[in-house]
């Protein structure tokens, strides 16, 4: 299932051996989480163990870098290292991994609209040291968290075009909830201004005020329109999905069944859905 991964923290993995096994057995590709955790208290060699495990299985992976409190164009100088440095450990662990794509935060709150300029060439910056950690990295995917507005990431994309394979992944249930999408109903406008950069999607639910990470269908994210939107712009974008329970997850697979025709334009065969 090349074009679907599902999100696996490895603090998971590393508690409890049981997530690792059930991915394996059901032949699904994980987008393994890196925190501070899996920073400073896993070693190098559980990380090359792990990923021996998953050549052996013929499984591929992706990886997704820290965010939790940080900030790449933080105004504070000690926040904005701290930053720097937690993100550039994070890709020596990712090349462990020979991930498929990697995925990071902008970060952009409405907060940094009044140092619009500073916050852009703060993270312009970092985002340049971090990518120099692994010059020859795979896709690597900034993704919407808080952004109300598309156009602060447009602006940073465009900046970071000198940058090698920097795209964008647009997480539906963080636009939903965190960027008030639902409210809004803006869906088909994010697409049209990111069309360009747009190459991979976070699907969750949510019922639009919180980022619940629920199943497909079961909030409020108005799922035709976002493929109808992609078709209209002629993106057939790989995707992760995002559930935090069992249940969220098995719902997403029924959720894939029942709307195959949408799913199969991202590139997805009956045969690679798990039973």
């Not at 696996?8 to 590393?14: D, E, F, H, K, S």
């Not at 970060?107 to 140092?115: I, L, R």
Request: glycine share 4%; charged share 25%; hydrophobic share 40%.
């Amino acid at each position: 299932m090349k074009r679907c991964f599902v999100n696996l923290p490895l603090r998971y993995i590393a508690n409890n051996r049981m997530y690792i096994d059930y991915f394996i057995r059901k032949r699904i590709n994980p987008e393994l989480g890196i925190d501070a955790y899996a920073s400073d208290i896993l070693d190098k060699d559980w990380h090359k163990r792990l990923a021996d495990r998953l050549k052996e299985e013929n499984m591929e992976c992706s990886i997704h870098l820290p965010f939790l409190d940080l900030q790449p164009g933080s105004m504070d100088d000690l926040i904005l290292e701290a930053t720097r440095n937690r993100l550039k450990k994070a890709m020596e662990i990712a090349k462990i991994y020979s991930p498929k794509f990697l995925i990071a935060h902008a970060s952009f709150t409405p907060f940094y609209s009044e140092f619009f300029s500073k916050w852009l060439n703060r993270s312009i910056e970092t985002w340049k040291q971090v990518l120099e950690v692994w010059p020859e990295h795979p896709p690597f995917y900034l993704e919407n968290v808080r952004e109300v507005d598309p156009r602060p990431l447009v602006d940073l994309l465009s900046e970071l075009s000198f940058l090698n394979n920097v795209k964008f992944c647009f997480d539906v249930g963080h636009w939903a909830s965190y960027g008030g999408g639902c409210k809004r109903k803006n869906l088909a406008y994010w697409i049209q201004n990111l069309s360009q950069y747009l190459a991979h999607l976070h699907l969750h639910d949510n019922n639009g005020s919180t980022d619940q990470h629920l199943g497909l269908g079961l909030g409020c994210v108005p799922w035709e329109e976002l493929f109808s939107s992609l078709e209209l712009s002629n993106l057939s974008p790989t995707f992760t999905l995002e559930p935090h329970t069992k249940e969220d997850m098995d719902h997403c697979w029924w959720f894939i069944k029942k709307h195959f025709e949408w799913f199969s334009k991202l590139g997805i065969r009956r045969q690679d859905i798990p039973s």
